[in-house]
C-alpha cells in the first residue's frame, strides 16, 4: 500500500462523495421529482494515466465530466485539482484554472462555431481567456496547434461543413489543446465516428498524452475500447460506480460489469458467445431504489440487494467493487 | 437457387453514382452480413432490395434484383407493396419510423397478420401475443394495449421485430436494428433475432457497422465500401483470412480483449466523399498497397481462393 500522502502527489484529481441532483415536475399538476445522475462518486484521477469511465446511456459519465470541470455544480461532494477545492475558487480564479483542465466532446459539430473558419476556432481559446497574442504569436500557434494533431495548416481557412467527422474532432482536440492543458476530459470523443476513424484518433491522444504529459479522464460507453485505452476502469451505473478495476487486465466482478463484457462481442466468429439474458431495463433514475441500483436485472440478487446498498469496498490492489455478492 | 440474388446493380440519385456493381445472394435460412462504415452504401442497397428507393429520387440504372425467381425492378407498385408487407419486412434503426405514434402496440401487430395472412380479429391478438412473448418482453397483455410512447427505445425495436415476423415473411431486411440502443439492449436483441429467424428458417440481410455484430451472427458478408462490394466471403473465411486490404484494415481497427496498449492504428486519410470518388480502386488512397495500376483500373471483384474480392493484388 502507498502512503496516504504519497498517493495524493499522484493524484491530479481527486474526486469525493460526488453527487449531482436534477429535479423536474413542481408545475401545477406534476409533483416534483428529484433524481440523482451523479450518486456519491468518489475516484482519484493519477498524474499520466488514463482514467476510463464506462457505462450505458444516462448513467450520468456527462454529468460527471461537466462536474469534475465545474461546468456545473456538485449538490454534494468535492473535486479538488492539483489540491485546490474547485468549489472554494472565485469565478476569475476558476476561469484562470480552466486553463489546465479541458474538455473534448463527442459532438465534434457542437464545439465550433459553424461560421468561423478552422483558424478562428482555434484563438478562440485565447480570447476567452483575455491572452493577448501579435499577429506573428497568433499564426505559429495556430500553425504548431494544427500540426500537432495532423492536419496540415492549409486547413486552416477551412469551415467545419469542409471537414469530414475525424478532422472535426482533431480540430477539437486542437482547441483544447491550446492553452495547454495538463488535464483532459474526453467525453466519448469517438462515438460518433467509424472505427477506421476512432482508431486514428485514439492513436493520437495516446502519443499527445505521452508528448505533451497529460492526464485524461475517458468516458465511453465501449467497454473493449475503455479496456485498451485507459489505465484504470469505473464501471457506472445509475450514477454510482459500480466497480473499479486498477488495469486493463483485472478481471471484473460486479455482475453488471460482466453483463457489458457479456454484451460485447469480440471480431471473431470463432468466440460466438450466448448472452445471459438480463431482465427488465436500466430503471428510470427517478426511481430511487433503496438497496443495489442493478438489483431488478442482476441474476444474483439476494433480499440483501435489494433492501441494503452494497457500500464501495477494496478487494485490494485497488480493485473496488459495490457488491454483496461478486462473482468469482 | 438463392432466395434473393442481386446482380451488378448500379443506383444514382440525380447526378450522384452511389452504388456501382453492387452484388451478393441470399440463401433460405442463411443470416447475411453488410458491412462497411457510413455512406458506404448499406441503407441505399436496403432500399433497392425494398423496393422504395423511387421514394428517395432514387433509379437503378443497371443490374438485377431476382427475389424467388422473379425480377423486381420494374415491377408495379401494387406488387412490390404485397412483397413488402408479405414476403419481405424490414428493420430499420428507428423504431418510430415503423410505428404510428397514436395507435396501440397490438393493433398494429394484429394488422400485419389480419391483412397479410387473413386472421380473424381474435386469432390475431393470440398471434401478438405469442410473438410479443418470444421476444421476451414481459407482460405481453399490457403491451398490447400500451401505445408506442410508454415502451423504452429497446422494446419498441423489439415490437418492430415482432411486427417484421408476423406476416410469416421468407427475408428480412434489418438496417442496423440495434445501433441506437444500448449495449447489454443490443445484444440481447440481436440473440433472439437470430434465434428466432433460425428457428424458422427465414433469410436475414443484417446490415450493421460493427463488426463485432457480424462475427456474432452472420453466416456470410457482404464488405462495402464507397459504393462497391470489396469482398464477400463465409463469416469464418472474412476474419481469418480476408483478401481484400480493407477488409483487413477494418477488422484491426476495432480494439480487442488484451490489445497491447499503443498497437491499434487507424486507416490513413477518410472514406472518400461521392462527389471525388478516386478512379480506379475507391481505396486506393488509403490503401498501403497501392500501385499505378489501382489508381487507374477499377478492380472487378473475382473469385479468391474462397469467396470474391475486388483488388489487383490481393494474395490467394
Ligand atoms: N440539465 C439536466 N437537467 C435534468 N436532468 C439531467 C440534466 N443533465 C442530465 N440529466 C439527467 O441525468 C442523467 C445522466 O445524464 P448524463 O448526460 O450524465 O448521462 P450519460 O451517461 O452521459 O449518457 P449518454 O451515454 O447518453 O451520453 C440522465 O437521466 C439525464 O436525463
Ligand atoms: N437521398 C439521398 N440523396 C443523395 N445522396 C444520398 C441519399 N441517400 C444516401 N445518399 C448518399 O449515398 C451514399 C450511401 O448512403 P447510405 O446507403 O445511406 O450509406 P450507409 O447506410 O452505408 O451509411 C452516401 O454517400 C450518401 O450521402
Ligand atoms: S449487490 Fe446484489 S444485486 Fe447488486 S450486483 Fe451484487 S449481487 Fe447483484
Ligand atoms: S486494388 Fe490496389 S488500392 Fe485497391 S485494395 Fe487492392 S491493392 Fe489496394
Ligand atoms: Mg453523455
Ligand atoms: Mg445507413
New interface residues.
Partial sequence: MESAAAMREGDLVRITGLTREFSSGGGLMTPRRTMRAVNEVSLDVPRGKVTGVVG??GCGKSTLARLVLRLLDATAGTVTFDGIDLASLSPGQMRKLRRRMQMVFQDPYSAIDPRYTIRRALLEPFQVQGVVQTAAEARATVDELISMVGLSPRMLSSFPHQL?G??KQRVGIARALALRPSFLVLDEPTASL??????????LL?SLKEELGLTYLFIS?????V???CDRVVVMYLGRAMEILPG??AQPRHHYAH??L??????????????T??????PSPFAMIPGCAFAARCPAASDLCRRERPALEDLGGGHMIACHHPKN | MALLSVKDISVTIGKLNLLDGVAFDIGAGEILGLVG??GSGKSLTAMCVMGLLPRIGGRITEGSIIFDGREMIGLPEVELRHLRGKRIALISQNPMTSLDPIIRIGAQIDQVSTLHLGLSAEAAKARSLDLIAQL?I?EPEAIHGAYPHQL?G??KQRIVIAMALAADPDLIVADEPTTAL???????I??IMVELVRDRGLALMLIT????????A?DRVVVLYAGRVAETNT??AI?AEPHHPYTR???????????A??S?????G??PSVVDYPAGCRFNSRCGAAEDLCRNTVPALERKTSGLAACHFSEV
Avoid at chain 1, 221 to 225: E, G, N, Y
Avoid at chain 2, 182 to 188: K, P, R
Fill in positions: 450505458e446511456s469530414s475525424g478532422q467509424d472505427v477506421s476513424i476512432q482508431a486514428q484518433i485514439i492513436d495516446e460507453h465501449d467497454l473493449s475500447l479496456r485498451y485505452f486493463a487486465k453483463a457489458l457479456d454484451s460485447n462481442f469480440e471480431p471473431d466468429p470463432t468466440q460466438r458467445k450466448v448472452i439474458m438480463l431482465a427488465g431495463e436500466i | 462504415e457510413s421476451r414481459p423504452s429497446g422494446m444500448d449495449v447489454t439492449i443490443q445484444a440481447q440481436i440473440q457497422h460493427d463488426m463485432g455484430v457480424v462475427a456474432q452472420c463469416v469464418e476474419f484494415e477494418l477488422i484491426r481497427c476495432i480494439p480487442r480483449l488484451g490489445q496498449p499503443g491499434l492504428k487507424g486507416i490513413p477518410a472514406v
